[in-house]
């Protein structure tokens, strides 16, 4: 990254703060310790460990003792899911939706393929949003875990958690049979307020620590105390034996200030990071006509505008601005590198021709809005130049 870099992919990744990373220095440097050791130096960065633990879960309103730190957002997402296939293994239906991350989607397959589970897939609309009929009529006594994602990473809408989980205890209590509820929260955990107690019936909620300014390979799963928890991954009795191996102290110690930075400042965040997203969204429509917003404008993350350019393709608009040092994806090859159109917008019926044309631009709180003004200049004119050269410009 040059200091020139306009860097508005931030649902893919983000830079680690400078706090956080001053935060971890020690922790890299010198003090290396093994937290589970009988001597100080080992034994002493426990502290630090239970600190981390107590910022993460203040983010989401959870009580500290229910936040277990893994590797990523990928395997706090497979750890619950396989919570619930060995903790109710009678239980051989799930639900999910059409648009969650591989992280959960190919996990679900896997066990479809592998374990006999039924997966119900919930649709969404042309918005996005999720088609509650369908879930209710989904929902059954033979449910093992609904797993719904709290904000998509794609075009950033949110979904209804508190309604989900109401009628996810309602569900429970008709049955006489607790029927789990997962979220992946990666996308919407640093960006909207949480509060996994306002979520009656939520078990278990997905951190990943590079979504939000900790570094990579650091992530954490809420686990609601009392709730019937199997471990993952099986060894050592590290995180009171519900995620075994070594900690990651540097990591969880940077997922835990980002989790502090992120309380304290996600309001103001919140606001300053919406107004730059709207500036770019309003802007790009006016001067890049005809264009459209992919998602639901009004239930969205204020960080996240996915929006389809008519008759030019994504990936070209992608490589132009990419040599103008701006960084954003596409719907048309999706994250996962598949070269696969999206998922999530296909998924919401978008035509081929829009998901063809789509980019996705995600902001962060480093953003300045002369990097906005800067991305309004430069884009209409690659898209005006792709448009003249575009067969589809002329049906
Ligand atoms: N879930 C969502 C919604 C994501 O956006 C991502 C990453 O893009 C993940 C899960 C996976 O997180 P990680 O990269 O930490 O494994």
Redesign the pocket.
Known sequence: MTPETIYLDN??TTCISLEVISEMMPYIKTLYGNPSSMHTFGSSIREKIEEARERVAYLIGAEPEEIVFTS????S?NTALMSAVDAYPHKKHIITTSVE?P?VLNFVSHLQKTKGFRVTYLPVDGKGNLDMDEFLNAISEETSIVSV?YAN?ETGVIFPLKEIAGIIREKSMEYGRKILFHT?A??AVGKIPINVKELSSLDML?I?G??LHAPKGI?ALYVRKGMRFHPYIIGGHQENGMRAGTENTASIIGLGKACELASERLPDDDSYIGRLRDKLESSLLERCSPARINGDKERRLANTTNISFDYVSGEAILVKLNEHGICVSTGSAC?SGSGEPSHVLKAMSVPPEAIHGSIRFSLGRYNKEAEIDKVVKILPAIVNELREISPLSKC
């Open positions: 649902n893919a990523c957002g990928t395997e997402d991350h992280a994602m990473n992946d990666v996308q997905s990943s590079h979504k992530g994250a």
